[in-house]
T-cell receptor, first 118, second 110 residues
Framework: DTGVSQDPRHKITKRGQNVTFRCDPI?????LYWYRQTLGQGPEFLTY????????KSRLLSDRFSAERPKGSFSTLEIQRTEQGDSAMYLC????????????????FGAGSRLTVL | TQLLEQSPQFLSIQEGENLTVYCNSS?????LQWYRQEPGEGPVLLVT?????EVKKLKRLTFQFGDARKDSSLHITAAQPGDTGLYLC??????????FGAGTRLTVKP
């Protein structure tokens, strides 16, 4: 297993365009998370999935943002009508959690997709 | 809403020096994790602490969890340039909002 993969690593777009990021989690992980990180800040939670179900969404996730995980494996994060304030690193992470899982929730992060909106 | 505060925000030291960074929460941690993030990469887990008063060592890194489980410290002995990075603390409960602090950006100069 190669860990959590994110694509593309860098995306430069013009304001108003749509962008889509893809995340491939660790194959046996049932949870998948999206975070956004701006310069000088820690990651901010956006949303997470348990298998294909989107269980929680942050208030940060405006109507222009949509995330899917249709088959419970890879996930996509789409941003419509991008704004300059959307410029950030978008991080994906995965973990294995369930009724039989004990201990703390441990996230494995991908390297991120850096978005620049001009 | 839980608030995680990390201090200092920035720290620049010479190789060989010792340092301590702190993480404080406005409420009790479910479980506290420390991550290190290098430029252009995602955060990488260093340690998880769960029990109040717990101390864990990872080579030159010593992690302490406060008795009341509302604060933690990370101490690095004899820092090396490879320790440079953003150190993040996080509370990652089972079903609730996942939260990170803003981090301490450490630079270790050779």
């Amino acid at each position: 297993d190669t860990g959590v993969s994110q694509d593309p690593r860098h995306k430069i777009t013009k304001r108003g365009q749509n962008v889509t990021f893809r995340c491939d989690p660790i194959s046996e992980h049932n949870r998948l998370y999206w975070y956004r990180q701006t310069l000088g800040q820690g990651p901010e939670f956006l949303t997470y999935f348990q298998n294909e179900a989107q269980l929680e969404k942050s208030r940060l996730l405006s109507d222009r943002f949509s995330a899917e995980r249709p088959k419970g494996s890879f996930s996509t994060l789409e941003i419509q009508r991008t704004e300059q304030g959307d410029s950030a690193m978008y991080l994906c992470a995965s973990s294995l959690r369930g009724p039989q899982t004990s201990g703390a929730n441990v996230l494995t992060f991908g390297a991120g997709s850096r978005l620049t909106v001009l | 809403t839980q608030l995680l505060e990390q201090s200092p925000q920035f720290l620049s030291i010479q190789e060989g020096e010792n340092l301590t960074v702190y993480c404080n929460s406005s409420s009790v941690f479910s479980s506290l994790q420390w991550y290190r993030q290098e430029p252009g990469e995602g955060p990488v887990l260093l340690v998880t602490v769960v029990t109040g008063g717990e101390v864990k060592k990872l080579k030159r890194l010593t992690f302490q969890f406060g008795d009341a489980r509302k604060d933690s410290s990370l101490h690095i002995t004899a820092a090396q340039p490879g320790d440079t990075g953003l150190y993040l603390c996080a509370d990652l409960p089972y079903n609730n909002d996942m939260r990170f602090g803003a981090g301490t950006r450490l630079t270790v100069k050779p």
